[in-house]
């Protein structure tokens, strides 16, 4: 029997062990979703490289001269340590009950102009990106190019208004399910998609369909496994499924004018392989493990990105880059063995993101993995606890989402959070007023 599939059976009873040991906590309580989420990202992916070990990027594995299953073994021995220490830091803390006198906060006009306000705000940033590049189709024909043309677009920073607003209108639904409001909600969220969507990734708009799951157990009904029927799960996975694909042809050269000429057939071409790998951090998180050691860690030198980052008396290109996958890539792929904070200039500014496992790993080996996710955990249930003692905040339950989905401690989550904080005060300001001016 190889080591990867020896892995392979080792995760799935690991995470699959969690998730029922908490049978009785919530379904999207951190550390039975974090089990789920593990099972996908990481189970799923090394079965899809065990069936197809071609899946498993190769230039990798050239650099580490190892074969793939002398690879796992490392990282399968990390990667528990990894995961135990972040479900001990999830339960460090108690589990918060509901208050038992709901928060006066879900004033219904305030909600409902709450949401019209910020998914306006959102939607004329949008616009205004669209006007100084030269419309949509433009967007549209240079996807390639979407990171130059994002490049210095401030006025996108507003679009992430536009899914709390979203959640502002499950929120109204809840407080009056009309068929008005459910309306709004389907207006709202078809823009909200279609606009993340032609940006050219996926990321954001995946986060959105799952942000509305999530919002709707908490704020309408609670989703069991009992009551999850599977005519309707399986519409939304085939719908995820079909979009995953799509950007990426249509991101290719001229993709969207092929795409209208019927040059591209997508039910062909979907591989649930590939769709697999797309969300996936394994194969970084395999090179990490066998590459760091005593002599190359980093000594936590990533934090320093975050200060000179926020420095904006330095030219851009004196700065190191905000993404430490930069140095993950130029060092796996370019064969430069580069650390933080060694500016972007002297760099392929292309990113293999490290997530909280490269965090902690190649910051400084097991101490650092055991402290990175510990405190990764005591994070997840603090968002949780927040969101629970806020009587089911609409604001704070976009933060506990973002939070379990995104966060971890490299620098460009840290200045995500950073913006986002500041995104939901804008929100949070907006409602005040309103509440206190209903008749604005």
């Known amino acids: 029997m190889s080591e990867l599939l020896l892995s392979i059976i080792w995760f799935s009873f690991l995470y699959l062990g969690t998730f029922l040991l908490f049978k009785k ?41 190892m074969d793939l299953n002398a690879a796992v073994v490392e990282y ?20 918060k009950k509901t208050p038992s006198k ?17 998914f306006t705000l959102g939607l004329l940033g949008y616009l205004y990106f669209l006007i100084s590049i030269g419309g949509i189709n433009f967007l549209l024909s240079n996807l390639t190019n979407r990171v130059e043309l994002q490049s210095g677009q401030y006025s996108l920073i507003f679009m992430k208004l536009m899914p709390i607003a979203v959640i502002f209108r499950i929120k109204a639904y809840s407080l009056s399910p009309s068929k008005r409001n459910r309306l709004f ?30 919002s709707y157990h908490f704020l309408i009904k609670n989703f069991t496994f009992k009551n999850l029927k599977l ?3 399986l519409p939304v996975i085939l719908i995820v499924s079909f979009y995953v694909f799509l950007i990426p042809a249509i991101r290719a050269p001229d993709g969207f004018n092929k795409l209208l000429n019927g ?45 000179y980052n ?14 430490e996958g ?51 955990g005591i994070v997840y249930k603090w968002a949780y606890n927040l969101f629970i003692n806020s009587g089911k905040n609409p604001i704070i339950l976009f933060l506990y989402m973002d939070v379990l989905f995104n966060f971890n401690f490299s620098s460009l989550r840290i200045i995500n959070l950073i913006s986002l904080l500041i995104n939901l005060s804008v929100v949070f300001l907006i409602y005040r007023f309103l509440l206190i001016n209903k008749k604005v």
């Open 25 to 65: 906590k919530n379904l999207f309580h951190p550390v039975r979703f974090i089990s789920l989420l593990y099972i996908i990202r990481n189970v799923f992916y090394l079965l899809v490289v065990y069936f197809d070990e071609e899946k498993f990027p190769e230039r990798i594995l050239v650099f580490l001269k």
């Open 76 to 95: 399968t021995y990390v990667q528990t340590i990894a995961f135990i220490c972040l479900v001990i830091g999830i339960s460090f803390f108690r589990d």
């Open 102 to 118: 709901i928060s006066k906060f879900y004033n219904y006009f305030a909600v409902v102009k709450t949401a019209n306000v910020c």
């Open 185 to 214: 909600f389907l207006v709202f969220f078809i823009i909200t998609a279609l606009a993340s969507s032609s940006l050219g990734g996926r990321k954001n708009t995946i986060f959105l369909i799952l942000m509305c799951l999530i």
């Open 231 to 233: 005519t309707r799960l």
């Open 263 to 307: 040059e591209i057939d997508v039910i062909e071409e979907v591989e649930l392989g590939d769709l697999i790998s797309k969300f996936s951090y394994t194969y970084i998180d395999i090179f990490c493990a066998n590459h760091y050691n005593k002599d190359n860690i980093w000594y936590f030198s990533s934090l320093l990105t975050i200060p």
């Open 310 to 323: 926020l420095d904006i008396s330095k030219s851009n290109t004196l700065r190191p880059p905000i993404d």
């Open 326 to 376: 930069v140095y993950f890539y130029n060092i796996a792929m370019q064969n430069s063995e580069y650390a933080p904070p060694t500016t972007r200039s002297k760099m392929d500014l292309v990113s293999l993101p490290i997530e909280n496992f490269g965090f902690g790993y190649a910051n400084f080996l097991i101490p650092g993995i055991i402290l990175a996710f510990f405190m990764l």
